[in-house]
């Protein structure tokens, strides 16, 4: 008897390549940012930090940490919409 050969579960090799040109873009545009920008951004996103470690890596309170994040975000998100069709 044959068994049902669906696709296979994950992404397809296109949406993987999709996903991958993305985060080339958030790359790059992070890579921009000014550095203070820029750290508050990777601690909290990629890190995963929550405030008040970011506060305390950055000299910061949590809220200006929190404050400076959200501009920093702000400033990615212009700097990819420029570059996403």
Known sequence: MLRNLGSAPGPSPSQEAQ??????????????LEPDDRDVVILRNLHELDWNA??????????AARML????????????KGRVS
Not at 57 to 62: E, F, L, Q, V
Not at 70 to 80: F, I, N, P
């Open 19 to 32: 996903r991958r040109e993305a985060a080339a873009l958030v790359a790059d545009a992070i890579a921009e």
């Open 54 to 63: 970011v506060g305390a890596r950055t000299g910061r309170s949590p809220d």
């Open 69 to 80: 994040w959200a501009r920093a975000m702000q400033r990615v998100g212009g700097l990819l």
